[in-house]
């Protein structure tokens, strides 16, 4: 056995959510401004997720900002959709 093997293949489901027509404006505005709101895992095997936010294009996107907490799978789409909105909301115009 190879020193990876970490004893399971079980996938960690990051929940499901449905943006509403506003949310999804928000995030198409979102990539179209180079501003980048995407979870990331807290720690390998946890699911619990902190949410990232870059600016910027790849590969040279800049770190702006982490959540100060993780997000369950319950939660973390409905957030993720809410810092889009809110830099929607802030820059829009």
Same mark, same amino acid.
């Given at each position: 056995?190879?020193?990876?093997?970490?004893?399971?293949?079980?996938? %960690?489901?990051? @929940?499901? #959510?449905?943006?509403?027509?506003?949310?999804?404006?928000?995030?198409?505005?979102?990539?179209? &401004?180079? !501003?980048?709101?995407?979870?990331?895992?807290?720690?390998?095997?946890?699911?619990?997720?902190?949410?990232? %936010?870059?600016? @910027?294009? #790849?590969?040279?996107?800049?770190?702006?900002?982490?959540?100060?907490?993780?997000?369950?799978? &319950?939660? !973390?789409?409905?957030?993720?959709?809410?810092?889009?909105?809110?830099?929607?909301?802030?820059?829009?115009?």
């Amino acid at each position: 056995m190879s020193a990876a093997y970490h004893g399971r293949n079980k996938k %960690i489901s990051m @929940g499901s #959510y449905s943006r509403s027509e506003e949310e999804d404006k928000a995030c198409l505005w979102c990539l179209e &401004n180079d !501003i980048c709101i995407t979870p990331r895992q807290s720690a390998w095997g946890i699911p619990s997720w902190y949410i990232d %936010i870059e600016t @910027g294009g #790849y590969p040279n996107r800049k770190l702006i900002g982490t959540s100060p907490r993780s997000y369950g799978k &319950n939660t !973390i789409w409905a957030k993720v959709s809410e810092y889009q909105k809110y830099y929607y909301d802030k820059y829009k115009n």
